[in-house]
């Protein structure tokens, strides 16, 4: 797809409409009965719409993009290189989400990227970002007027034959404010929640996808406390929950407890989704014409595969784009060691799926596993990276990748040096609570030096 097709398609592109004004659409997907509409019409009020089922009743695969964000004509074609072309006709996923931030504050270009998704063939639940919003937006009432017109609804629901969605936007739009948004929930939204989660069953998947964290980093609030309260509350009942967000540009699992206010009889899964466009499609492009688009924490840019299960069981998975070896583990150590030094230098795996709980071990050569430890340090690979761009006296790319932050899925183990002179191999592998026992190897060489 070359620039003057794309120009093509944003001008011709069709407006869509949202299906309703005010009540929030709920496609249910045949054989499932058809709910019987109540004739309500004020706040948290339902549409129910029969759809075909795209999900089986004994599995079923969902494509989850985090944060496309172009805000140009050629980042939309990276996002269609990079991202969805290699997944047309090698996937089994049936269903789709996107976690807002469309476009990078471009509203003109929301129909190519709608389209550009929509390509994959199966249908797509699209939620809003910060930066899908009106532009010279004055109230967080009508902040997504365009988005309405050419996407659709910012909240709406799909019941399948294993789980339950739930698409919610979940920003607060401050205008003249810094930042100018807030995680958050509308009181129509939860007029609807409050409506409608009673009426699914307890023995599904319920998953709910929006585009702001639940959760807080330290020195960065992501949510309003009461709204978490009150969501928190009304999912309380559901023994089967999981919480869909992007935003970050990083990934991490966070299983929410009752020191953050969650009251269910188990914690709260939030699978924080990496970016789509990584770091905003930033860093060296490779033969193929495309950014590296490594996020902060180290990740590769790429998507998430949510596979249900009966009874509310899941798993998550964690893909690099066009990465053909399906990399886990991004694997980084010194090239050669003096044989006999202090073993103060290792090697670090970052575990794109790792959360605290995870477990990590390594050998060399074959020999015994020995445990790693999870460092909050950021991802050396990155750093290396970082100083490539520092030591460079051009460009090497239309815009540097990210400065290194800490990830929160980094381990580390130091390398042994009494060994035999010449080169070891280094294996590591990871108990993912998923798939299984993940690997990745790489080596290290010991020199004899003259003292």
């Given at each position: ?8 398609l ?35 009020c ?19 993009f ?6 140009s ?20 996923a049936?269903?789709g ?8 504050d ?37 902040a ?13 629901a799909r ?9 919610l ?5 401050l205008?003249?404010q ?7 929930l ?21 998953v709910?996808a929006?585009h702001?964290?639940l ?10 406390d009461a ?7 009304l ?15 990083g990934q ?10 969650w ?10 989704v ?11 492009k490779?033969?193929?014409g495309i ?17 249900l ?34 073993p ?12 605290d709980?995870?477990r ?6 074959d020999?015994?596993w020995?445990?790693m430890k999870k ?9 290396e990276e ?11 790319g239309?815009?540097r ?6 990830s929160?899925?980094?381990w ?9 002179a ?8 990871a108990?993912?609570r998923?798939?299984?026992?993940l ?13």
């Open positions: 797809m070359n620039r003057s097709f794309l120009i093509t944003l001008l011709l592109a069709p407006t869509v409409h949202a299906e309703t004004t005010a009540c929030v659409p709920v496609a249910v997907e045949a054989p499932q009965p058809l709910p019987q509409a109540d004739n309500w019409h004020g706040p948290g339902m549409v129910y719409r029969r759809v075909p089922a795209s999900v089986r009743s004994d599995a079923g695969q969902v494509l989850v985090g944060d496309p964000q172009p805000r004509v050629e980042q939309v074609d990276y996002f269609r290189r990079d991202i969805v072309l290699p997944l047309r006709g090698h996937t089994q049936r269903l989400l996107t976690l807002g931030d469309l476009v990078d471009a509203p003109d270009l929301l129909p190519a990227v709608k389209q550009t998704t929509e390509q994959l063939g199966i249908p797509w639940m699209f939620a809003p970002g910060n930066h899908d919003i009106d532009r010279g937006t004055t109230s967080d009432a009508t997504l007027t365009v988005f309405h017109r050419l996407i659709g609804p910012d909240t709406q019941q399948t034959a294993l789980a339950n969605f739930v698409v936007d979940d920003v607060i739009t205008p003249g810094k930042p100018a948004y807030i995680g958050g509308r009181e129509d939204q939860y007029a609807f929640l409050q409506r409608y989660l009673p009426t699914l069953p307890k023995d599904k998947l319920l709910l929006m702001i964290p959760f807080d980093k330290i020195d960065e609030k992501n949510f309003r709204d978490r309260t009150r969501l928190f509350a999912l309380a009942p559901f023994p089967h929950v999981l919480i869909l967000s992007a935003h970050s540009h991490r699992n966070v299983f929410h407890d009752a020191s953050d206010g009251l269910g009889a188990t914690p709260l899964h939030e699978f924080n990496g970016a789509a466009c990584g770091a905003y499609w930033s860093g060296v490779d033969a193929d950014p590296d688009a490594r996020m902060g924490d180290g990740s590769p840019n790429g998507y998430a595969v949510l596979t299960k009966p009874m509310g069981g899941y798993a998550l998975e964690w893909h690099a784009a066009r990465d053909p070896a399906d990399t886990q583990i991004g694997l980084h150590a010194p090239k050669a060691l003096r044989r006999g030094a202090y103060a230098w290792g090697v670090f795996a970052n575990y794109y799926m790792g959360d709980a995870s990590l071990e390594f050998r060399v050569d020999g015994e020995k445990p460092v909050d340090l950021p991802d050396p690979s990155l750093t970082n100083m490539r761009d520092d030591l460079a006296e051009a460009l090497r239309f815009d990748s990210p400065e290194a932050e800490i929160p899925h980094l580390r183990a130091a390398l042994p040096t009494k060994l035999a010449g080169a070891h191999r280094i294996e590591v592998r108990f993912d998923w798939r299984g026992v690997t990745a190897s790489t080596s290290y060489t010991l020199l004899d030096a003259a003292p």
